[in-house]
C-alpha cells in the first residue's frame, strides 16, 4: 500500500539569472511502514527530496500523492493542514523551541493542530513519548540544558507526538557524534516497527544507511540506485 | 501556550523588548501627563464658568457666527456684531423649564458699553440681569461689599477687581451708593445711563473670569441695547389721553378758545397732588418684567449628561429661531482657547506617536528576521497563518500593555515630582488654562485607562507590518537556515 507517490518531480531552483537544476525528474513509491533512506553526496537533491515529500517545498513540476491525496496543487491551508495530521519533522539541527522545555516542545504540534485530546490525555500521551525517547527525567529542561542526541530525542517525540503516517528526518545524524547517531536511527527503528510509522530520512553516512530497510540513491539530482530488503510490513 | 511562548520571547530577546518598552512608555507618559492637565484644566473651567455665569446651557437666537454670551467668538467681527434678540423669549423660557433635567433657569441680556467710574472709563460687557433668577443661578459669584441687586431697582454690580484697579489708578475706592455712567453708540444714536452700584462681588475661582463684567438691572441693559422694554402692570392711560389719539388731529389747532389749560384758573395745593399721587392709576415704579432677552440660561440638575441633553433641547427647539449651545461655546475665547490647546497638544502628540510607530515597526521587523528559524519550524510542524499572526500580536500587545503600565507609572511620578515643586503662575493665561495659580495636576484614572488603551492600539498598529512579513516565511527556512 502506497503512502508516498512522487511522479516525474522536477526542481529548479534560481539563483539570480542561473538556473540550478535540483531533481530532474524523479519517481518514486513508497509504501507505508517503510524505514527509508535516501543516500549521495552534498548537493544530490536529498534534502530537496524530504522537503517536497515533507510538502514544506513545492516541485516547479511533477505530481505528488500523499496518504492517498494528491497535494501537487493544494493551497496553503490544506498543506498545512496536511503537515498538522499526517507529517512529522525532524531537522537536522533539531529546530526545538528555545523558550520551551522538552515537554512543552513535544507537546506543541498537538496544540498547533488542536488535536480532540483532553488535557489529561494529551499530557499522558506526550509522558509516554518523553518516555519511549528516554527523557522522563530532562522533562522540565529547556534545549540548550541538553546534549544534541537528547535534542534529537526531543525532536523524534515532537515528530510523532501527533500520531503522523509519515515522519521526514533530513540528516538527523548530521550533528550527532557516531554513536549517538546509531542509538538515535535504531530508535526511530524502534518506533517505525511498533507503530508502522514511515520514516523517510536523509544521510550521507555509509553506516547509517545500511540500517535502512529501503535505500535510494541519489546523483545529481537523479536518483542512481534502489536497495530493499526484504522486512514484514505490519498492515 | 501561546502566552507562554510570546512570554518567554519577550525575555529571550530582552534588548529589543526593553528598547520598544521605553519607547511606548515614553510616549504614553507624554500622553498621559499631557491630557491630565488638559482634563483637569477642561473640568476646572467648566466647573467656574458654569457657577459663575455660563451654566450648562444657553439658549441663544441662531445666527451665522458662533456666539458667547459676550458676543462674536470671532474677535476680528466681534466689534461689528450685536447680540440678537431671543423670538418666542416666553415661549421657549416655559418649554425649557418643562424639562425636567432643568434645576434652575434665567434670562440675560448682553451688550458691550463704555464705564465712566470717577475720572476713570473703560470697554466693559454688561450683563442686564433679571436678580430673582439669576443670582440663584449662579453660586460662584460672592458679594463682596453691599448687597446683591433687586428685583425692579435700577442699579449695577461691579467686580472686586474692578474696584480694586480704580482705587489703584486713582486713588479713591469704589463705595457702595457711588454713580457710574454707562453709555453706548449705536446705529440709534448715544445711549448714556446713570446707575448706582449696588454691591461689588467676585467670582469663585475669580482667576479665569474677566473682570470686566458689569452686572446691571435689565431695564439699563436693554436701553443700552436699544432693546425694547414691556411691562405687565394693569397701567391704561386715562381717556382723556386716548380720547385725544382717537379725535380728528386738526381739531388739536382749532381755535375756538377752548384750550383746556390756559382756561385753567384753578391753583393746585400740596395736598391735591399728593392725594392724586397716593391714588392715581398711574404707577411711580414700573415692574419691568418683561422686554427683550438676550439669552435664557439654564443649570441642570446634578448627573445630567448635558451634551445629550443638547440634542434633546435642540430639537425642541427646531420650530423657534433660536440654538441651544453648551457653556464651552457661551464662555468664549477663554475655553475655546482651552479646546484648541488640547488639540493641537494631541496634533503634537500624533506625529511623536507615528515617528514611535515607525521606530517601533522597525526593531519588531528585525525581531521577525531573526527568528525565522523559529517560525519556519513553527510552519513545518503544522501551524496555520492565524497561529503565527496571533503569536506575534499577542507577544507585541502583551510589551505595549506593559509599556502602558509603566508610561503611567512614570507620568504619575513626574506629576508627584511637578506638584512636590510647588510652581506658582503669574501668567493669568497660563493660570486660566491650568485652572490654578500654583502647578498642581491631580491624577486622572479616566485617563489613565485611555493611556493603557492607546498603548495597546500603538502595539496592535505596529505589529501589522511585521506581522505581514513572518506570514510570508516559507516553512522551508526552518531547513534552509539549518
Request: proline content about 3%.
Amino acid at each position: 500500500m502506497s503512502i508516498i507517490q512522487l511522479d516525474t518531480i522536477i526542481k529548479t531552483y534560481h539563483m539570480g539569472k542561473v538556473e540550478v537544476p535540483a531533481l530532474r525528474g524523479i519517481s518514486l513509491t513508497l509504501v507505508k511502514g517503510d524505514f527509508v533512506a535516501i543516500a549521495g553526496p552534498s548537493g544530490s537533491g536529498k534534502t530537496t527530496i524530504l522537503n517536497i515529500i515533507g510538502l514544506i517545498d513545492k516541485p516547479t513540476s511533477g505530481s505528488i500523492v500523499i496518504a492517498d491525496k494528491n497535494v501537487t496543487n493544494m493551497k496553503k491551508a490544506g498543506l498545512t493542514r496536511m503537515r498538522q495530521k499526517e507529517l512529522g519533522f525532524i531537522f537536522q539541527s533539531f529546530n526545538l523551541i528555545s523558550v520551551l522545555n522538552v515537554f512543552e516542545n513535544v507537546e506543541l504540534p498537538l496544540i498547533i493542530g488542536k488535536a480532540e485530546q483532553t488535557k489529561a490525555e494529551r499530557r499522558d500521551w506526550v509522558n509516554y513519548l518523553i518516555e519511549e525517547v528516554g527523557l522522563a527525567d530532562r522533562k522540565k529542561h529547556k534545549p540548550a540544558e541538553l546534549s544534541g542526541g537528547q535534542q534529537q530525542r526531543v525532536a523524534i517525540a515532537r515528530a510523532l507526538s501527533t500520531k503522523p503516517q509519515i515522519v521526514i528526518a533530513d540528516e538527523p545524524t548530521a550533528n550527532l557524534d557516531s554513536a549517538t547517531g546509531e542509538t538515535i536511527l535504531n530508535l526511530m527503528k524502534k518506533i517505525n516497527k511498533e507503530q508502522n510509522t514511515t520514516f523517510v530520512f536523509s544521510t550521507h553516512d555509509p553506516v547509517i544507511h545500511e540500517l535502512a530497510d529501503h535505500v535510494i540513491f541519489l546523483k545529481d539530482g537523479n536518483i542512481v540506485r534502489e536497495r530493499k530488503q526484504a522486512k514484514e510490513v505490519k498492515k | 501556550m501561546i502566552f507562554i511562548i510570546a512570554f518567554r520571547n519577550l525575555f529571550k530577546s530582552i534588548r529589543h523588548t526593553l528598547i520598544v518598552v521605553f519607547l511606548i512608555m515614553v510616549i504614553i507618559a507624554l500622553f498621559y501627563i499631557g491630557n491630565t492637565v488638559l482634563e483637569e484644566s477642561n473640568n476646572g473651567l467648566r466647573t467656574t464658568y458654569i457657577l459663575n455665569y455660563t451654566g450648562d446651557i444657553v439658549i441663544q437666537e441662531k445666527t451665522d457666527v458662533s456666539m458667547s454670551l459676550f458676543g462674536a467668538n470671532t474677535p476680528a467681527i466681534g466689534e461689528f456684531f450685536s447680540i440678537p434678540v431671543l423670538n418666542d423669549v416666553d415661549t421657549i423660557n416655559a418649554l425649557a423649564a418643562d424639562f425636567e433635567e432643568v434645576e434652575t433657569i434665567t434670562r440675560q441680556i448682553s451688550g458691550p458699553a463704555v464705564l465712566d467710574i470717577g475720572t476713570q472709563r473703560f470697554g466693559v460687557p454688561v450683563f442686564g440681569i433679571d436678580p430673582d433668577t439669576y443670582f440663584p443661578c449662579f453660586p460662584g459669584i460672592q458679594l463682596d461689599a453691599g448687597r446683591f441687586l433687586q428685583s425692579g431697582e435700577m442699579g449695577a454690580m461691579l467686580t472686586k477687581g474692578r474696584a480694586e484697579q480704580v482705587k489703584k489708578d486713582t486713588g479713591v475706592p469704589v463705595s457702595v451708593g457711588d454713580s457710574i455712567l454707562l453709555s453706548t453708540a449705536g446705529t440709534t444714536g448715544f445711549k448714556i445711563r446713570e446707575v448706582p452700584v449696588v454691591g461689588i462681588f467676585s467670582y469663585s475661582n475669580a482667576v479665569q473670569i474677566p473682570d470686566e463684567i458689569v452686572l446691571t438691572d435689565a431695564q439699563t441693559a436693554r436701553a443700552l441695547n436699544s432693546i425694547l422694554l414691556a411691562t405687565d402692570s394693569d397701567y391704561a392711560p386715562p381717556e382723556t389721553t386716548v380720547d385725544i389719539l382717537t379725535d380728528d388731529i386738526d381739531s388739536l389747532f382749532m381755535d375756538e378758545g377752548s384750550d383746556t389749560i390756559a382756561d385753567k384758573t384753578e391753583s393746585v395745593s400740596l395736598a391735591e397732588i399728593k392725594t392724586l399721587l397716593e391714588t392715581g392709576t398711574e404707577p411711580v415704579t414700573q415692574d419691568w418684567k418683561d422686554g427683550g432677552w438676550n439669552f435664557i440660561i439654564l443649570r441642570l440638575k446634578k448627573g445630567v449628561n448635558d451634551s445629550d441633553f443638547l440634542k434633546k433641547l435642540n430639537e425642541k427647539l427646531e420650530p423657534f429661531t433660536a440654538k441651544a449651545v453648551d457653556w464651552r461655546t457661551a464662555a468664549g475665547t477663554p475655553a475655546l482657547l482651552v479646546l484648541l490647546l488640547q488639540y493641537l497638544f494631541n496634533a503634537g502628540l500624533l506625529l511623536i506617536i507615528i515617528a514611535g510607530i515607525i521606530a517601533i515597526i522597525n526593531i519588531l521587523l528585525i525581531t521577525v528576521f531573526q527568528r525565522m528559524k523559529e517560525i519556519g519550524t513553527l510552519r513545518a510542524i503544522g501551524a496555520s497563518d492565524g497561529y503565527v499572526r496571533l503569536l506575534i500580536f499577542t507577544e507585541n500587545i502583551i510589551i505595549a500593555a506593559i509599556a502602558g503600565i509603566l508610561g503611567i507609572v512614570l507620568g504619575n511620578v513626574l506629576i508627584q515630582v511637578i506638584n512636590g515643586m510647588g510652581i506658582s503662575v503669574n501668567n493669568s493665561l497660563i493660570s486660566s488654562m491650568l485652572g490654578h495659580d500654583r502647578i498642581f495636576i491631580q491624577n486622572s484614572g479616566l485617563m489613565a485607562i485611555a493611556s493603557v488603551a492607546l498603548s495597546v492600539v500603538l502595539g496592535f498598529l505596529s505589529s501589522i507590518y511585521p506581522v505581514q512579513i513572518a506570514l510570508r516565511i516559507q516553512p522551508v527556512e526552518a531547513v534552509a537556515k539549518g
